[in-house]
């Protein structure tokens, strides 16, 4: 009798640990997938021409709304875009959106993965918009969408959009926040594989005024960085004209925000002035003239606040004897990732405390090349033509980037993101234990 009880205990123990390690095997041995989602390109504007860089003609993509949902290879390194947007397998790869009105203006933006937050910092809704916001459902359900819009007064009511599977839908901005002057405006993906992408054209009467695709960029934060703003110098005979900027910025939290704004150029690290402990009132959006004293060439600027908040800027641009603009947007701290650029040849600008980079060049001719790029505050580097993709490796702290794109019809812009990232799912087992008890 006295050695049963111990014997029950020892025999209830085992049992325990038994059934947790038959536990433990069931669970242990459960699989995952990795694989990239396929990315969207932005749809082509009526009178628009447009071209998607790829890293390979063997790159499989459909188009909205067409017949088949098959995917079938590119053929080309730039893909000729009609009016529909793009489904692309990249695979990991981020291909390049160009678009333009000949003659008029240029814009370029980064084909990406649905995502359920998308923020555009710039755009205008007074007579001179001809700006478009242009939904994409990729996925083969419903899609719904809130869309949440800032402007100078303050913010507007929230605007639900509803996409059937496999479809595309133009907003006019004018129809959006009527007369505003300055906008900001969310994307909510709330159900569905949404992608949203912003249009900024202008206009009076047959006077085209120019125009940019805007890229959307994270949520609010208290550090922002914007690494890649053309400072141009307008010569008309003897007379020069630096152009302006306009740094967009809007505060959507609950209390007003203190911050500080560092150019960083060529020329040195320098807050301008009255861009020190400068005062933004929460949920309005806030234009700022910025007009740094120097030379012409390129600058990136780091805001620092201390409410989340999101930015851009407005650069008015010249070339070939024709005016233009261009909203460069914040970038997100650079990282190792693959970008198309096919018949772009664009240039890099580099921003950080001590930029250092490993730049992998992969030629259309099947020829391969390595720069490194480092420098201090900032660095610069021309893609050469002829490149069709550009791999970044070996990258130091803290750095921040974007590309600047020049052609006859204007300036283009893009921050160097990677457009989609692995995602994780797990795979179905099934295990005989689970059924035999």
């Known amino acids: 009798m006295k050695l049963s009880r111990p014997l029950g205990l020892i025999a209830a123990l085992g049992a325990v640990v038994l059934a947790t390690n038959l536990i433990h095997s069931t669970v242990s041995g459960e699989k995952f997938s990795l694989t990239y989602p396929p990315v969207v390109c932005s749809p082509v504007p009526s009178g628009l021409t447009g071209a998607v860089s790829l890293s390979s ?249 201390d409410q989340p908040i999101v930015a851009g800027i407005y650069s008015d641009t010249y070339a070939y004897n024709k005016s233009d603009f261009i909203w460069s947007t914040a970038a997100p701290a650079l990282t190792e990732f693959k970008i198309a650029v096919a018949g772009l040849s664009p240039q890099f600008i580099f921003t950080g405390e001590s930029v250092d980079v490993t730049i992998n060049l992969a030629y259309s001719n099947g020829k391969r090349g390595v720069q490194r790029v480092r420098g201090q505050d900032i660095a610069l580097f021309q893609v050469p033509e002829g490149v069709a993709s550009v791999t970044f490796s070996q990258i130091g702290r803290e750095i921040y980037a974007g590309a600047l794109v020049s052609s006859k019809s204007g300036y283009g812009y893009f921050p160097l993101a990677s457009g989609s990232s692995l995602a994780k799912s797990s795979i179905p087992t099934s295990n005989i234990r689970v059924l035999t008890p």
């Not at 995917?71 to 000729?80: G, S």
């Not at 709330?190 to 912003?198: C, D």
């Open 57 to 305: 003609t063997k790159m499989p993509l459909r188009v909205i709304g067409s017949k088949s949902l098959a995917l079938k290879a590119a053929k080309k390194l730039r893909y000729t875009q009609r009016d529909s947007a793009v489904v692309i397998d990249a695979q990991g790869v981020t291909p390049v959106s160009f678009q333009v009105r000949l003659g008029k203006w240029v814009g370029t933006s980064l084909c990406s993965a649905s995502t359920a937050s998308q923020w555009f910092v710039g755009g205008i809704a007074d007579v001179t918009t001809q700006g478009k916001l242009l939904l994409v459902n990729s996925g083969l359900s419903t899609a719904v969408a809130d869309i949440e819009i800032w402007n100078e007064s303050g913010p507007e009511l929230t605007r639900a959009v509803t996409l059937k599977a496999d479809s595309q839908v133009t907003i006019g901005l004018d129809s959006l926040s009527p007369g505003s002057r300055e906008l900001v405006i969310h994307v909510i993906t709330r159900s569905g594989r949404l992608s949203a992408f912003l249009s900024d054209e202008r206009g009076r009467g047959l006077k085209a005024l120019g125009g940019d695709l805007i890229n959307s960029t994270e949520a609010p934060a208290k550090i922002v960085n914007i690494p890649a703003i053309p400072h141009l110098v307008r010569s008309v005979g003897n007379r020069k004209t630096t152009l302006s900027h306009t740094l967009r910025i809007l505060n959507p939290g609950e209390f007003d925000a203190r911050i500080d704004v560092k150019v960083i150029s060529t020329d040195g690290s320098f807050i301008p002035v009255g861009f020190e402990n400068k005062s933004i009132a929460r949920g309005k959006v806030l234009a700022l003239k910025l007009n740094p004293n120097m030379a012409a060439g390129k600058f990136g600027i780091s805001i620092s606040s």
